[in-house]
């Protein structure tokens, strides 16, 4: 295989799905297919009983076509063309996410029978990859929308995301406040709403440590019982990253190293940069752990590594202070850990006239007994 190209480990997919259904156990996961919309990846989640959280009609087609029942499929994409709707309604999907009345009509214009998740706003404060503001509404849109879903008789539910790669383990407690308050509210004026998802958020394994995932479940069950009591509601979860990162090591090969007179420092340029797969480094938000062939001993100094396409924004990381060994040699491969999640899914299909980011497996036949 050419490089770069990430490698996946099916059977870590598997570790991390059974060790996530234990954390937060009595949930129901729906792997965040945008994370890495890989077929073998989403056959071994379908097998070991996932559900799936889908953005797209082709994402829709892709987990269909894996066999996976549309009675699993949840619509959680809050910005969607009203024709997909009825396409996702016309092949049985019934779960959708809104966060706002507009979009609310357009659900049940197509899908009368909804169940429909109000997502709330949530600042991701302390994640380093964060989806604020873009998505959710506040409590009082929430409210209304809960309401008239309710009256349109349909089940509902609330759903927040606490900003991905999240690494405050109280990020979920005051949102989950938010959905208790919001249940008991609703529930005065129509059906109380039924479920909470708790979105995404758990974290892939980057140069910065986070704890295990199994005290990310403790501190979650900890707010759920702090909030509702023995009366926690039925429970959803859609994890992207965690799934997928640390089963993913990306392979990329040493196109030049270089001094220039201009700046003291090398430069390191790779064959995937930015555009081919490592967009999250943008910001240098998303902090890869880094692995060459030379002794950890070796003498190393700081560098600049940086993409092979002709765009100035394809440095990977400049201020981060990386750094590689002095006798890196063009040709060799620098080997990025923890690469499985959003890489291959946000590639260039050909800028520059690169190819996109390919993709292998390995374990991909080795099948344990369900984990659900
Ligand atoms: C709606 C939705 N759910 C779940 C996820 C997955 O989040 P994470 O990868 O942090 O688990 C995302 C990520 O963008 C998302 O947009």
């Not at 792997?31 to 097998?47: F, M, Q, S």
């Not at 089940?155 to 249940?183: E, K, M, Y």
Request: charged fraction near 20%; proline fraction near 5%; charge should be negative.
């Amino acid at each position: 295989m050419q490089t770069p190209y990430v490698i996946i480990d099916l059977d870590i997919v598997e570790t991390k799905f059974r060790e996530l259904s234990e954390a937060l156990h009595s949930t129901e996961l729906c792997y965040a297919v945008k994370a890495n919309p890989g077929k073998p990846v989403i056959e071994r989640l379908a097998a070991l009983g996932a559900s799936f959280d889908v953005a797209s009609v082709p994402e829709i087609d892709l987990v269909l076509s894996c066999g996976v029942e549309p009675a699993r499929i949840s619509f959680g994409n809050t910005i969607k063309k009203q024709r997909d709707i009825a396409y996702a309604a016309q092949q049985g999907i019934t779960r959708f996410t809104v966060d706002t009345m507009s979009e609310l009509h357009k659900v049940l214009a197509e899908a009368p029978q909804a169940e429909v998740c109000v997502r709330l706003f949530h600042d991701c404060e302390g994640a380093d990859w964060p989806l604020s503001k873009k998505f959710g509404c506040g409590f009082a849109d929430a409210k209304k929308i809960l309401i008239a879903a309710g009256n349109a008789g349909c089940t509902t539910g609330i759903s927040f995301h606490v900003g991905s790669q999240q690494r405050n383990l109280d990020a979920w407690l005051a949102p989950l406040q938010l959905c208790q308050q919001l249940i008991t509210e609703v529930s005065q004026e129509t059906v109380a709403p039924e479920f909470v998802n708790l979105g995404g958020g758990y974290p892939g394994s980057y140069l910065d440590d986070t704890p295990h995932i199994s005290v990310y479940g403790d501190a979650i069950r900890k707010s759920l019982y702090d909030v509702f009591g023995g009366n926690t509601p039925r429970l959803m979860a859609e994890p992207g990253r965690y799934l997928v990162a640390d089963a993913g090591t990306l392979h990329t090969e040493v196109v030049l190293v270089s001094e220039r007179d201009i700046d003291a420092r090398r430069w390191v340029y790779v064959d995937c940069g930015v555009f081919g797969g490592l967009a999250e480094t943008l910001g240098e938000s998303i902090r890869y752990r880094l692995h060459t062939e030379h002794d950890a001993s070796a003498p190393a100094s700081q560098i600049v590594l940086a993409g092979p396409t002709c765009d100035s924004a394809d440095i990977i990381y400049d201020k981060a202070g990386y750094f590689l060994p002095d006798n890196l040699q063009v040709g060799e491969v620098i080997r990025i850990a923890s690469t499985g999640a959003y890489t291959t899914s946000y590639s260039a299909i050909g800028f520059n006239g690169f190819a996109p980011l390919a993709q292998g497996y390995i374990n991909i036949v080795a099948m344990k007994e369900p984990a659900v």
